[in-house]
């Protein structure tokens, strides 16, 4: 059974940091490219961030030079490191494996 178990979300100010991860367990966590993907009130889920399972990145343009993804195959974790936060990324952040989703993780940005 694969589960992906997100984390690390909360309250942040416009302008802080949050590192998200994602505990992966029940699939062949280093054949598969992982993603983040968030979802924000009214709006359609949209891809933050990619990783392969060669470790190369590919980001959504808005976050380029602020967000980070990483992975560590021997733990099974995805992260994702986020810089600079603004209020209108404020959603729920989701991890995913092909085929699968975790439950998400609130993140909100706001004073």
């Known amino acids: 059974q694969v589960q992906l178990v997100e984390s690390g979300g909360g309250l942040v100010q416009p302008g802080g940091s949050l590192r998200l991860t994602c505990a992966a367990s029940?699939?062949?966590?280093?054949?598969?490219?992982m993603s983040w993907h968030r979802q924000a009130p009214g709006k359609e889920r949209e891809l933050v961030a990619n990783i392969s399972s060669l470790g190369i990145t590919q980001y959504t343009d808005s976050v380029k030079g602020r967000f980070t993804i990483s992975r560590h195959n021997t733990k099974n974790m995805v992260y994702l490191q986020m810089n600079s936060l603004k209020p209108e990324e404020t959603a729920v952040y989701y991890c995913?494996?092909?085929?699968?989703w975790g439950q998400g993780t609130q993140v909100t940005v706001s004073s």
């Open positions: 029940g699939l062949d966590f280093e054949r598969y490219s």
């Open positions: 995913k494996a092909p085929d699968y």
